[in-house]
């Protein structure tokens, strides 16, 4: 996890679902978002497939967010990287403008 966004994926289909946590709410981000029934709220011209929703405590609907989560666990996930610089991820690596370092967090 960096910078409070830990992205969620399956292994070899990429990545599906990123949570992107701030002290009112969390957004979630599905990469292929614009797939689910229904659709998640937040999209802009430029998010392509990408959709999200902002969780607040108390006001969300947890079935909804569950069913979007098993949606998008099947589909096929957002492979931003070469193989070689994926398996860099894998062993715990954080990509900085094309540079790898070991990550803390």
């Not at 599905?30 to 405590?57: C, H, I, M, N």
Request: aromatic share 16%; with cysteine; charged share 20%.
């Amino acid at each position: 996890m960096k910078w409070n966004s830990p992205f969620y994926g399956i292994e070899g289909q990429g990545w599906f679902v990123t949570f992107h946590v701030l002290t009112p709410y969390v957004k979630v981000n599905v990469f292929k978002g614009a797939e689910l029934d229904p659709l998640p709220p937040g999209a802009t011209p430029k998010s392509g497939e990408a959709r999200w929703t902002d969780l607040y405590e108390g006001e969300f609907d947890e079935a909804r967010l569950a069913n979007w989560m098993k949606q998008a666990a099947g589909l096929a996930g957002w492979k931003p990287l070469a193989p070689e610089l994926a398996g860099l991820l894998a062993k715990g690596y954080c990509l900085c403008r094309s540079l790898a370092y070991p990550s803390f967090a």
